[in-house]
């Protein structure tokens, strides 16, 4: 089985091999009937950036040192087609624009006195602006020369970038085989599973939303909703990350579990303030904090080359989301939360179900196909899904509060109007995904953004 990550330099790829090196790899048959074991994996990073790549090599290289049973192998190019080529999944994780990019999607906005911030906002608008181009014509050279390949898209802004993605195989007549994925579903769900004292393994999740705009509705164990009980215990619902974000009496008033990124909706003002007054902009901090780790790791030594990346990796995880968390009261990260193991094992968790048929529930990015009633068939969501052999199968969600609705399709269309824009090269359009943008309170507002982000 032949893995191709894009975005193969990228600092998080050695998640997803630990993640690889982790699992048990046994005895295991494709759809196709043929057996394969983790040693059979081949694993092809692909970057546009050498230095990157050999950094990333040098980790991964002492994680297979110390790791006792079999290995897939790594493969490094920066040959696009060739990654591709012979591809059965082929992983997205992609920063068009690196880093620096972020920062100016953060700044601009920020100098207009709106929300600047990697997914959400304007900044979200003006990185999938970014983004956008490539993701397409990645995915046109994965119809071209891989067409079987499953593409499970960790590219940000997932949401739109896993619809722009799909819409080029259903416009071949190619079965859509994009699936995108995030962990902060998966996280919400395991904090609140145990915040009640449940193995989230035995739990079942209503979960509904976009991406990075999604809310947990029940929590199930054994047939009994348990979010009622979780809602009405104040210390329960402190004790883990979005309680303390969006305290226990605003989660009350809402009845359900916000994704953490509804922090910048429902404390707009408060997580503004936050960002505007610190130092530095989260990708200022990256920016910094990344480049001297791809300065620092030396490619000849795998140890000192994996004590650096596990040391900035930890420090990232230390400091994500610190703005939020200094509005909401200031407070630290769960331990539990820094260990990673989120969306590495969502990946994997995928591509085994996919790969091996063991059938499973995740909550992923696809289609809805009218598993959220109001929006249309085509639609990327972010829900529950059956996956298995044939992939992955949205499960019908139930009607969706007015609230959750109305912000769905208000980002639905912004996303749209993103989408069309980059197709196009629209102006007209481009402006219309900033303007409709919730977090973005005015028309000259965003025609002032659009100038100084250039491009359009
Ligand atoms: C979470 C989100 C990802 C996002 C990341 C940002 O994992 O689900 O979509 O990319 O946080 O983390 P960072 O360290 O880059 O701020
Ligand atoms: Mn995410």
Redesign the pocket.
Known sequence: MRLAVLGGGGFRVPLVHRALLDDAGGPSSSPDGVHHTVHRTELVLYDTDRTRLDAIGAVLAHQREQHAGPAPEVRTTTDLDEALRGADFVFSAIRVGGLAGRVRDERVPLAEGVLGQ??VGAGGVLYGLRTLPVAVRIAERVAALAPDAWVINFT?P?GMVTEAMGRVFRERGLPDRVIGI???PVGLCRRAAHALGVDPERAGFDYVGLNHLGWLRRLVVDGVDRLPELLADTAALESFEEGRLFGADWLRALGALPNEYLHYYYFNREALASVRSAAAT?GEF?LDQQSRFYERARPDDPAQAHREWERVRRE?EET?MAESREASGGWERAGCDLEGG??DRVALALMRAISRGERTTLILNVPGRGAVPGLDDDAVVEVPCLVDATGAHPLATGPVAADQLGLMLTLKAVERSAIEAARDGSRRAALRALALHPLVDSVPVAERILDAAGGF
Do not use: V
């Open positions: 990697e997914t940000n997932a995030c962990d902060s989260r990256l990232r994500y989120g969306y």
